[in-house]
């Protein structure tokens, strides 16, 4: 039987705490005291009879994920070529800054065109 200690910091390089510790597990959630945006340090060790081991190699992982959907585009006028559109940003970027947006169109001649 083999017991796995993880420890990770609190996100701004501080200390390590351990926080987990189970026996024959491949993979962990962690899912208390993480803030999206910081940068946190993973490290863990094993223990058999003989002892703990030296811990592993940190891994640094970054909380954030996808950004939340944009408002819907809304109609600001039209010519005979072009149409404007206003768009608004999205209102969370979930931890990590918005690098671009997408703006999908399709052939507009009946309900089943193609989004390009």
Not at 17 to 23: A, D, E, M, R, Y
Not at 38 to 52: A, E, I, P
Not at 84 to 99: E, F, H, M
Request: no cysteine; net charge negative; glycine share 8%.
């Amino acid at each position: 039987m083999t017991l796995v200690e993880l420890q990770m910091d609190d996100g701004l390089q501080g200390d390590f705490t351990t926080i987990f510790s189970t026996v024959d597990r491949d993979y962990l959630i962690v899912a208390s005291n993480i803030t999206r945006g910081h940068n946190y340090r993973f490290r863990y060790r094993s223990k058999n009879v003989n002892g703990y081991s030296e811990y592993s190699d940190t891994a640094y992982i970054y909380a954030f994920s996808t950004p939340g959907a944009p408002p819907a585009p809304t109609f600001t006028s039209a010519t005979d070529t072009t149409v404007t559109l206003g768009l608004t940003q999205s209102s969370t970027d979930n931890g990590i800054a918005i690098a671009g947006y997408e703006l999908w169109i399709d052939a507009g001649n009946d309900l089943t065109s193609q989004f390009t």
